[in-house]
Each structure stands twice: as C-alpha cells, then as structure tokens.
C-alpha cells in the first residue's frame, strides 16, 4: 500500500534529533511511538518523558510538552510563560511552535495538540530546527472536521460496496463483515490526523439493512474501528436508519414524538456509549431520496433531530441531519418546482428550533455536488443553528478519480464567500462558530505585541487559518465541515493517485480555511514526492513545477470541457461519468438545463423565474437576479439567455461554449505531455506514474467526448457556427 504524505522520509528531520515527550494518556504515547520509530531509523532518540528530573539539562533538540506542566524544562517553560503573558489560550487542539536556545518546542494545553504539533513539524522537516522560526500558534479554525464514508457493509446491487466509491472496496467493510485485519484503518487514521481530520462516520448515509444492524447487534464492528482510529485522536459517527425503532426494534412507529421511540433510541443509544465511551453521534438523512424520516408522521425535521438529539445528549454526542431534502420525483413539465430552492424552504423556517447538539449539515451548493454551483444560501439563513458545510471529496461529478481534478480551489472559493457581503462573515465563519470567535483572542495579541505570529509555515504560504473576525460571526454555533471521503482499498488509497491531494486538502481546509490551495498542494507535494527536489522556481521541467502546472488549475479545466457557465448535470443517468446532454432533462430528479433553439439555462429569478434567487440575502439576491450582474460562472444557474447573450468576458454564450470545450481538451493535452515528461525522472515511482499515465488517456478519451458531445448539441440546437471554423460534428 503507497504511504500516501507519510512516507518514512517525511519522518526525516525529527527522527534525526533527541526529543523529549511530556504528557499523558494515549495520544501523547502515539507522539512518543511514533517519535521512536522515526528515531530508530534515521538515529535520533526519543525520552520516554514522564520523568523530567532525570531528563532534565537535556541535551535536547526537541520537546513536546502537553498540560500546565509545572516541571517544563527551561526552554520549554520560558516558551510558556511568554503565552502566558499574552493572555493566549493555546486551545484545545492547538499548539505552540517555537524556537529557543537550539530547542525547538511544540507547546500544548491537550494532548491533542501535540499530536497535531506533531504532524507540524513533519511537514516542516529540517524548517523545524533552523533558528529564524518564529513563535507560531497554531489552531483549528472548526471544531468538527469530518469525513463521511459512504460504505456499505454489503456490496449493494446497483451501488456496489462503496456508494459513489471509485477506489475500490472499503477499507472497513468486506463480504458483509469487518475486515479481520484492520491496520490499514491504523494507517488510514494516521493519514488524517496528518492533515487534522478528527471525526469520521463509517457507513453510507443511505443506510440499508445490514448496516442499519451497526447500531445494535454489530456495534462491535464499530467498536473495533474506534479502537483502530482512537490513537489518532479520531471519533467514531454512525449513520443511522430514521425508521430503526420499527426495522430493529420492532415497534409499530418510528414517530419522533412517540414516547416509545424516544425510549428506544435513548436506550440503544446508552449501549452506544456503553460500548464506545466516546462515540462522536449521528448522521442522518432523512426524508430524502426515499430515505424515512419525520414527515411520515407528520413532523418536522426538527422533530426528528431534537428525538435523536436528546438521547445522545447525556454523551456529549452531536446528530448530523442533512439538509439534502427535495422531491426526486418532480414533473419535469412542471416549470415552478425548483429543486435548488428545496434546502431553504424546508430548513430556513426551522431556525432556532434545533438542539444545542444538532448540526445542520448542508451541502456546499443547493443542488448537488455539481463542479460548479452559487453557495447554499441555507449556509447563512440560520443564524440560530449549527451548520456544518458538506463537501465531496469522493469525485462523483468531477471526473470519479479517472480524472486529475484538484477540488481545492473550489472549496476556497465556497469557504471564502461571504453570502451577506463583504461585512459578512465567510461560510468557513459561518460552519465555524464559536472556534472561530475564540480565534480572536490569539489574533488580537499577535497584533499587539507581536510575539505570537498567525503561524505561516516554512513556505510561507499556508496560514494557521484562524479566520479573521467580524461581530456577525459571533452569532453563528460551527457545526464544522464534512466532506464525503474518497478513499478505498486500492493499493493508491484513492484509485488515482493525484486524487490523493484532494483528501489532504480537506483536512487542511478545514483546519486553515483560508489557507492557499497551491500552497496546500506544495505541502502535499514536499511530503508525498520526497525525492522531488525542493524548489519550485527551478525551470518548468521541475517536478514540482510539473505537478502544480497538472494540478492547480484542473478544477477550471474539468469545468471547461463539462457542462457550462454554471448550469450542471449533463451526465449520463445512474453512475454520473461522461456526457449526456439530456440524460437527465425529462426525468423526475429536477436537474434541467431548459436548452432550446434559442437558449439555454434556468431561470431561478423572482421577476420571471422561480424565484431563487430570494433565498439570498443582498446583496448576493440583486446581483443573481440580474443578466448583466450576474457572474459569468454560474449565469445559465440563474438565467436562461439567447445564444447570442454576450458575457462580461466578451464572448457570446454559444462561442464561450466553443471555445472552454476546445480549451478544456487542449489542458489535457497538454497534461499528458507534462506528465508523460517525468517518466524515468527517478522522483516517481514507476507503478505510480504508470497509474496516472493510464488515468490521464482515460481523461483525454472522456474529455474530447464532453468536448464533442456538449459542441455539437449546441451548435445543432443554434445553427451559429464557431467563429474559428473548428470541426464540430
Ligand atoms: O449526489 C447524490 C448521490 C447519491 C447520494 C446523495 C446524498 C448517498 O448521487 O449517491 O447518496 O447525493 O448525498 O445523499
């Protein structure tokens, strides 16, 4: 199995120092374990810590010290009490990097921090021990940081094992039991906590029967993976059934508001805590796709949350119910049925009905996953709930890990927008919340006296992401980020190995939301290649240089030679990979894209449209509701316009569909070129760039096949002919 952004050589620096550990419990024994293992093979030695009179006068080229620690070394203790005389909180899973007196220091008030401190300094490598660093804190700007396996037990029929999986099997699941060996989600744990994923929910959201068991009489299985993912400071969720109290438990109803039901969740859920004190909670999709759910009953979601809500309350568990509510079986003759409004005008009138422990997860656009959607406005429409953002990790519409598509431009772009203004708070404020509040303090009295710096990193480039703060922030409660994991058994973890990078951008973003994707990248680079060498500014045949000149911008080009500016789901029906311009117009999912002999796209306006664009607050609701103001990107989500309709690039609708599409293909081309250039180069792996050199003929096949498709449906649909006389067929 390829050892993805921790290879042994990402190990190199600290392994090479004398490091002492201080702290207790079980994450401070991962930070010494794997400290001893990168000593025993690059020579350094690791204290077994604990006992600091004897290891006090060192000689030490590192100290990790979690807790008051009131017998902190010298060093160590001076680094303390300069925070302190900041009236810094280093926070829960934050941490203190400095440098004093030849030692380099990571401080922590949990244990949790040094982990992550640790995983820090891995990425830094030799950047770790040189003198010019400065004091740097570091923390989460969310709380939850979440990753949702979509995996079945049982190999589903239509699905297969893993939903909307494209690498593979599960990592936990196999013939309809847990795998026997499970060192695999050891390392896959490792991986996470490596890029600051701390929560994971293990089986798919649309829980079937088997896995609906999980909760009760095979939550050993899920008990077993705590076991695997605890080490790594990593919680166990469970998606659970809505209608488990009938389908499990027998009983008649499954009504929220039912005393019985509400007996047997709190009941199942006590075993829950019994077995896995620290079980994370819930995800629920309910009332969805056919999913059960409250409104059988006649009640709300809230309803529904609040039931599940209290019976993991005692526990400190949360429930995730999605906001992924909308009527799969609409007319598609029926012109007013909007599905991108659904989110809204099921969840915005609930606000301040949910629990202190519900989150409300939403995903990132209002459709669904498309490569290209307006923000939620759900996002910001419910100031008194906890909202956690849903991302896709799992390249369902972005090229199913057949193509390189770095998501993380995108995602920046969503947790940047600010959906009330420029006054606003951004959505990584909003999924934030308060850890995003607390991040002030730290921020405020780096400004002051100047001695706890916002954390650049060696690079430079890559923030510690504590998001910068308006008074609007404040009211939001976080509730994190969630992203759909992309991973499987394949030997590359993620079927093409470059897709790899989307998993460790998540985990970064959700740490360092406004952190830079092409610094992100770098990271993932420095540590995935290390026989690259270091400096991206050597000439363009640099490897480094090759990958980001593949990868930085893959997200526009996948855009461009898909559906265009913005209008989604030209896929083909049912798996949702390569081209079908109608394959979705007349069915009942409510995904259209209205083209007819004069134009194209969806007119979601109040004027004349479906009215959408009220969901949004001003000063976003003006500018969509408006042709000329509209942004070019997401113009045919908003309007339907004639084929002559000139952008704000310059370009008519019909000749920017020409020309992205001829472009898009052009990219690849190009890619392939660049890529094919690092074979033999000695810094990747055969079998690697074997996998991508395949991937990337794939991509070029399903690329001219979007190209020809997309152009020759317009061109016959408007008879305008390419300005550039290209062949379109
Ligand atoms: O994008 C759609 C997928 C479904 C998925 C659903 C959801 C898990 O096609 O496979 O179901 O979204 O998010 O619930």
Redesign the pocket.
């Known amino acids: 199995v390829h050892q993805a952004w921790l290879p042994p050589e990402a190990f190199r620096a600290i392994g090479a120092r004398r490091a002492l550990v201080l702290g207790d419990g079980p994450l401070a024994g991962t930070v010494r374990d794997e400290l001893a293992q990168a000593c025993a093979r690059y020579g350094g030695s690791v204290r077994p810590g604990g006992d600091l009179a004897s290891a006090d006068g060192g000689p030490y080229d590192l100290v990790l010290a979690a807790g008051a620690g009131e017998s902190l070394p010298a060093v160590a203790a001076a680094v303390r009490a300069e925070v302190r005389s900041l009236g810094a909180e280093i926070g829960g899973e934050g941490f203190v990097l400095a440098r004093r007196d030849g030692v380099t220091v990571v401080l922590a008030d949990e244990p949790a921090g040094l982990l992550y401190g640790l995983f820090h300094l891995v990425r830094l490598g030799e950047a770790a021990f040189e003198d010019t660093i400065a004091v740097e804190h570091h923390r989460p700007a969310l709380r939850l940081r979440m990753l949702d396996h ?1 995996d079945n037990v049982d190999v589903h029929p239509v ?1 297969g094992q893993v ?2 999986g494209y690498a593979g099997g599960s990592i936990f699941w196999r013939d309809g039991a847990l795998r026997d060996d499970l060192r695999r989600v050891r390392a896959y744990a490792r991986l996470l906590a490596a890029c600051g994923i701390n929560a994971v929910a293990v089986n ?3 829980v079937h029967t088997t896995e609906a068991r999980l909760l009760t009489d095979r939550l050993g299985d899920v008990a077993a993976i705590a076991g695997e993912l605890r080490p790594y400071g990593i919680r166990v969720h469970l998606s659970v059934d809505f209608a488990a109290p009938v389908t499990l438990g027998g009983a008649s109803t499954a009504d929220p508001l039912d005393e019985d039901v509400r007996t047997w969740w709190a009941e199942t859920t006590e075993r829950v805590y019994d077995t896995i004190p620290d079980f994370g909670g819930y995800v629920v ?1 309910a009332d ?2 056919g999913r059960p759910g409250p409104f059988a009953y006649g009640r709300s979601h809230a309803d529904g949350a609040n039931m599940l809500a209290e019976a993991l309350a005692p526990f400190g568990g949360v429930v995730h119910w ?1 906001a ?1 509510v909308y009527d799969h079986r609409q007319d598609w003759r029926d012109r007013s049925t909007d599905r991108a409004r659904a989110a809204h005008d099921h969840f915005a009138p609930l606000d301040g009905l949910f629990g202190d422990n519900v989150i409300l997860q939403v ?1 990132h656009g209002p459709i ?2 498309q490569p290209r959607e307006p923000v939620s406005p759900v996002i910001a429409a419910m100031p008194a709930t906890r909202v956690a953002v849903e991302l ?1 990790v799992t390249q ?2 972005t090229g199913q890990q057949r193509h390189v598509c770095y998501l993380a431009p995108m995602w920046s772009e969503v947790l940047g927008f600010r959906l009330s203004g420029p006054a606003g708070p951004s959505v990584a404020q909003i999924a934030g919340g308060a850890a995003a509040h607390h991040g002030r303090a730290a921020h405020g009295a780096a400004a002051a006296n100047g001695a706890v710096s916002n954390g650049a990193v060696s690079n430079g480039a890559v923030s510690n992401g504590v998001a910068e703060l308006d008074g609007t922030a404040q009211t939001y409660g976080g509730g994190g980020l969630v992203g ?1 994991s992309n991973v499987g058994d394949d030997d590359f973890w993620t079927g093409h190995p470059l897709a790899q990078a989307n998993l460790y951008a998540f985990g970064r973003l959700a740490w360092a939301p406004d952190a830079d994707p092409a610094a992100i990248l770098d990271e993932w680079i420095g540590l995935t290649f290390p026989a690259f060498p270091p400096d991206m500014t050597g000439g363009p045949d640099r490897p480094r240089s090759v990958l980001h000149a593949i990868m930085d911008d893959s997200w526009r080009t996948y855009e461009r030679y898909t559906a265009p500016l913005g209008v989604g789901f030209m896929v083909r029906p049912g798996h ?1 990979y390569g081209p079908d311009v109608d394959g979705y117009e007349y069915t009942p999912w409510g995904t259209y894209h209205f083209a007819d002999r004069d134009g194209v796209g969806v007119d979601r306006t109040r004027a004349t449209g479906t009215g959408y664009t009220g969901q949004y607050p001003e000063p976003w609701s003006q500018v969509y509701e408006s042709i000329e103001r509209c942004p070019d990107e997401v113009l045919l989500f908003f309007h339907h316009v004639p084929y002559g309709h000139v952008l704000h690039s310059g370009s008519t609708v019909i000749q920017h569909i020409y020309d992205t599409h001829f472009a898009g293909v052009e990219e690849v081309v190009r890619a392939q070129a660049l890529w094919a250039g690092l074979a033999g180069a000695g810094s990747v792996p055969p079998a690697l760039h074997a996998r991508v050199a395949d991937l990337l003929d794939e991509q070029l096949r399903c690329a001219r096949e979007w190209r020809d498709q997309v152009n020759t449906y317009f061109f016959r649909k408007s008879g305008v002919p390419d300005a550039h006389g290209r062949r379109i067929w």
Do not use: G
Request: without cysteine.
């Open positions: 979509w699905m939903e909307r798919n959201v649309n999709k969805s796709e999605r992924f995903k669904d996953f896709q369902e519409y759909v949702h």
